[in-house]
């Protein structure tokens, strides 16, 4: 049986984690977004013109972006799990 109160203290902390890392990226290096827009999301925001962009390189780069952070993701998580009490 999972242990509920552990789950969520876990998954607050692994949350503010990944956001205070989002948010520092973004702030430290503002390229990053346009760059993750497109390869990550599929989407050119060019002069507020969104467009859709699918094409083979954006589906592989987005593949190898996402698997990237799925894996650094649950690391963080199971490391976590692990390391605080219960």
Known sequence: MINTKHLV???VVWT???YVICFFGVMMFSG???GFMMYGLHMNT???AFQNVFT???FISGLVIWDIIAVLSFWLFGWLWNTLKK
């Open 32 to 34: 990053i977004r346009p």
């Open 56 to 58: 083979f390189g954006t």
């Open 9 to 11: 203290k876990v998954t």
């Open 16 to 18: 503010s984690i990944i």
């Open 46 to 48: 060019n002069a507020f």
